[in-house]
């Protein structure tokens, strides 16, 4: 496949838009490191070091791959790696007294930040990674044009679905038909999340009771998966009639990804569990409407809440045993982005923010029934991103 590369305006909007808010914020440049963000601003993840100073053209200085990151990356300054006293006099002489340095501080180590701490004193180090992620929440018409990508992918992944579901078919067997799909089509395989110690593999893929197993993963479902050391996903339970088949896939092409979800069942499922997934339609159709530019996060989430009560589903909204606080999130080149929609957060939306809506149902032992789709948000309401009909697909 023809690699694509971040063209340089696309770049350079990014990093002008992270300047205004050095320079509002009174930063003097900004270092970044972590392997997401330095894509998003130099179109490279090779390991290097990106320095954007408060005014003017970032420097890219790799360690490892420079002949890669200057293949893969349209930015201007490409150098080698400097050494480490070279990093700090370079950082030093840009900044003199422009103010602090900003480096990613929600997901530096410990031990680095005090190596860098050290290096560069009696310079301040401060977070920039709060403007980092508000910039990057708000996606461009290139970004939206990739997230179209990958959900036209996504809809081919579940019509396959379809086509190889059999009764008797373990979870993991699935999965690994599906994976291998969209893999050949350019999924690139890796689902990269921000949080500490959260990580997924492809897809949730998970029938009847295993689907309402909760693991460690701060998500609705979780999945007994196929050992302790990997606690989540889909595990060697079979596919069996009425049982209802939970596809939590996250589709991703070009480093960008979106997060969908669909319900299966092999002949007719529980009229309860069908009745619940009816309802978790009505809250998906509701939270379009009023997911406006300059909407309130949380109150979606109340609202989400309400119908669920009003329902009579409270005790499985979003989970039994362990019920998660939120029914959307951000996703794009991480599956955690921002914005959250969730309780007692309050976060306004803005138009061009991607978020994934997900209201679910949970019924130990017995399955997950639900929806998700990604959405952009617009002037009037949320657009959908995702393709296939959302319906419970009776097999």
Not at 58 to 63: A, D, I, Q, S, W
Not at 302 to 327: D, I, N, P
Request: net charge negative; with cysteine.
């Amino acid at each position: 496949m023809e690699q694509l590369l971040t063209p340089l305006p696309e770049l350079k909007q990014r990093w002008e838009k992270l300047q205004e808010q050095m320079h509002k914020q009174g930063i003097g440049g900004a270092l970044i490191l972590q392997r997401a963000d330095l894509f998003y601003f130099s179109g490279t993840a090779q390991e290097a070091h990106l320095f954007i100073p408060a005014q003017g053209s970032p420097l890219l200085l790799v360690r490892r791959n420079l002949q890669r990151a200057r293949s893969e990356s349209s930015l201007p300054q490409i150098e080698p790696f400097p050494g480490w006293d070279g990093l700090a006099l370079l950082i030093k002489d840009a900044l003199a007294a422009r103010g602090p340095l900003g480096m990613e501080l929600d997901l530096l180590p410990v031990n680095l930040y005090r190596r860098y701490a050290g290096l560069l004193a009696p310079l301040e180090i401060t977070d920039i990674s709060p403007p980092v992620r508000l910039i990057r929440a708000v996606k461009s018409p290139y970004e939206l044009t990739l997230l179209h990508r990958a959900a036209a992918l996504g809809e081919a992944a579940f019509t396959h679905v379809r086509e190889i579901c059999r009764t008797g078919m373990t979870e993991i067997e699935l999965e690994a038909r599906l994976e291998a799909f969209v893999r050949v089509r350019g999924h690139q395989g890796a689902i990269r999340m921000r949080g500490f110690n959260q990580e997924m593999f492809y897809s949730h893929t998970m029938a009847g009771k295993n689907a309402a197993v909760p693991s460690f993963f701060n998500g609705v479902t979780g999945g007994c998966g196929l050992n302790p050391s990997y606690p989540q996903g889909a595990g060697t339970d079979r596919i069996e009639p009425g049982k209802p088949l939970l596809i939590d896939f996250v589709t991703v092409l070009d480093g960008y990804m979106v997060d969908q979800t669909r319900i299966f069942c092999l002949g007719k499922p529980d009229p309860e569990l069908l009745q619940a997934h009816e309802a978790a339609l009505k809250i998906k159709k509701a939270l379009i409407k009023l997911g406006r530019a300059g909407s309130n996060g949380a109150e979606l989430y109340r609202k989400a809440q309400e119908m669920a009560t009003a329902a009579g589903l409270e005790e499985h909204f979003m989970g039994a045993e362990e019920k998660v606080s939120f029914v959307g999130h951000g996703v794009g080149l991480e599956l955690d982005e921002l914005p959250v929609i969730a309780r007692n957060y309050d976060y306004i939306l803005t138009e061009g923010m991607v978020c994934a809506l997900e209201p679910k149902f949970v019924y130990p032992g017995r399955g997950t029934v639900g929806i998700e789709d990604t959405f952009v948000v617009r002037p009037d309401g949320l657009e959908q991103i995702t393709r296939f009909e959302e319906a419970l697909q009776i097999l």
